[in-house]
């Protein structure tokens, strides 16, 4: 065998051996995303809903009830984002999306970040291994690994450090950078300003006809106990969002490696029989010259 042929053979094996590990991947995705999507499924309507409310008591209450997360502050002096990626990488665009979201958000609060006022906190090792190299931010790495672990519970501490930090003063706003998931091949990528609780915009005719909310036992008591465990859900639903969408963009990711590697492999294929004819008609010809030579 010739030596363009061996490289030729090694490659088409080497593809050959690729093409089983993208395989194998897109089919651990594949499971790891239908869990993924029946839990963001059921989770979404329930957290919409919640959130839709807090947001309509928080703008029909204005004024009358003091919501400490809702207190929007005169001077934005401290600034908190929160990045969630992925621990692992072959997912096509997912990290790389939310990253660029997360980068707008620091190119934003450029000011705080001079001043030192600035803080990052990563969930998924993606984003904090991406933006590790800016200066003059306090990264919050403490529940970087929550994706090991994914639940409820798990979740919890991490969104009251917030929570808390927010209502000490600690920060003046919180903006989550996050992938929402639609389908297999679609995410859409959000930053979106989680503290303080944003208002509806409402015009003077709507404010006449504010809706009278009946609250039972305490109005003030109740929507300060309430805001938190609503809160908390939101910020679960972002989790369990950003889980399909890494699931879903890696088995699309691998699917369009298997796909990419078959027609590597007709190429190589073609590759090889072209010049494995090509020696079988250099061996013929130099037979029938040495015939040749020897009957003259």
Do not use: W
Request: proline share 2%; hydrophobic share 35%.
């Amino acid at each position: 065998m010739s030596g363009k042929l061996k490289e030729v053979k090694d490659r088409i094996e080497s593809v050959k051996n690729t093409q089983k590990i993208t395989k194998a991947m897109k089919l651990v995705a594949a499971s790891k995303f239908k869990r993924a999507t029946d839990a963001i499924t059921q989770m979404r309507p329930y957290s919409n809903k919640l959130s839709q409310m807090l947001t309509n008591i928080v703008t029909a209450t204005e004024g009358d009830v003091k919501i400490d997360l809702a207190e929007e502050r005169p001077a934005i002096d401290n600034v908190l984002i929160v990045v969630i990626t992925s621990d692992k990488g072959l997912c096509g665009g997912f990290n790389t999306n939310v990253i660029k979201k997360a980068k707008q958000a620091i190119e934003q609060y450029d000011a705080q970040r001079k001043q030192g006022k600035l803080s990052l906190m990563t969930i998924g090792k993606k984003g904090h291994d991406s933006l590790k190299k800016y200066k003059n931010i306090n990264f919050i790495t403490d529940h970087m690994n929550l994706f090991k672990k994914l639940s409820f519970e798990n979740s919890t501490p991490a969104i009251e450090s917030v929570l808390e930090s927010y209502t000490n003063g600690e920060y003046d706003k919180v903006v989550i950078a996050y992938s929402q998931f639609k389908n297999a091949i679609t995410q859409i990528f959000h930053l979106k300003q989680f503290l303080p609780i944003e208002k509806l915009e409402i015009d003077e005719t709507a404010k006449k006809t504010k809706v009278d909310y009946v609250f039972e036992p305490d109005k003030h008591l109740l929507i300060q106990e309430l805001a938190p465990k609503i809160l908390k859900t939101q910020f679960y639903s972002y989790l369990l969002d950003s889980n399909a969408s890494e699931h879903g963009a890696r088995m699309s990711a691998m699917d369009n490696a298997t796909e990419n590697a078959n027609e590597l492999l007709k190429d190589l294929k073609t590759t090889y029989n072209k010049e494995r004819q090509a020696a079988i008609t250099k061996e013929l010809i130099e037979i029938v010259s040495g015939a040749a030579a020897l009957g003259s």
